[in-house]
């Protein structure tokens, strides 16, 4: 594998063969700018060479983040369970709102990355934020398997830190006050349940009278509501076998 450097002003440009073009058979070559010495940009040029020799080497591509994330999610949305395709549109909604979208992925670095990060919106809470590494921590290793980058600089970002709050819960005179109040709406059998059970409300909403067992005093969680589209509701299996399980009631609650 040949290789060799020139000086160009106050840098140097590394120049290395990376093979022919499959169409044209014509030879290929990459130029890489090194901001430093003679020295610098010949051990660079050891690299590149080491790298291609290797099979490692990677040619930059010119895609910027921002759009690296839209066809990425195009690209694997198949594979996901339709809520997750939704949180992941909603976190690229907020990653756009920031400048590290227009890097190009070949040339960020975890520094901007780590900056992006910092800059998404503050009324996003911590685990928001730490979604949106995670989620491009994801794209980024798909990059990687796809041989668009050689590296994911993105799993050397630090997640924000989480905050802990104080959960606040009913005591037995609130709830029952709720549900008092509760009963003049049409939602008390809900809101009853919801009580009564601890469900998701995504699993509250996807019940259906066939999950339900009177006699042996339990109801089945199947489904999760994921959206409503035109009226209609869309549905997904649960996540896990865990969250695939039976609850049981009390006769009370049977009752609404």
């Not at 790298?51 to 999610?73: F, K, Q």
């Not at 339709?82 to 976190?91: D, G, H």
């Not at 994911?152 to 997640?159: E, I, S």
């Amino acid at each position: 594998m040949r290789g060799h450097i020139r000086k160009r002003g106050n840098k140097w440009v590394v120049v290395i063969d990376i093979g022919r073009d499959p169409v044209t058979n014509k030879r290929k070559q990459k130029w890489v700018t090194v901001n430093g010495t003679k020295k610098e940009a010949e051990k660079r040029l050891a690299e590149l060479i080491a790298e291609v020799e290797n099979g490692r080497y990677v040619e930059p591509i010119n895609m910027s983040l921002g759009n690296y994330l839209n066809h990425w999610l195009e690209a694997v949305k198949g594979s996901l369970r339709e809520n997750t395709v939704l949180y992941y549109k909603t976190l690229i909604k907020y990653v756009l709102k920031t400048h590290v979208v227009e890097i190009e992925i070949s040339k960020i670095t975890a520094m901007d990355l780590q900056l992006g990060i910092n800059a998404l919106p503050d009324n996003l809470s911590a685990s928001t934020k730490r979604g949106c590494l995670i989620m491009i921590q994801t794209a980024l290793n798909q990059a990687v398997k796809w041989g668009l980058l050689q590296q994911n600089v993105a799993l050397n970002v630090t997640k924000p830190a989480l905050q802990e709050h104080e959960i606040v819960v009913w005591n037995e005179d609130e709830t029952l006050r709720f549900l008092q109040t509760a009963k003049k709406t049409r939602y008390y059998a809900l809101y009853h349940t919801a009580l009564a059970t601890g469900l998701r409300i995504s699993e509250l909403l996807a019940l259906k009278w066939s999950d339900l067992d009177f006699q042996k005093g339990f109801l089945s969680v199947r489904r999760n509501l994921v959206k409503i589209i035109q009226g209609e509701p869309v549905f997904n299996e649960p996540k896990t076998k865990k969250s695939r399980r039976r609850v049981p009631i009390d006769q009370v609650t049977f009752k609404f």
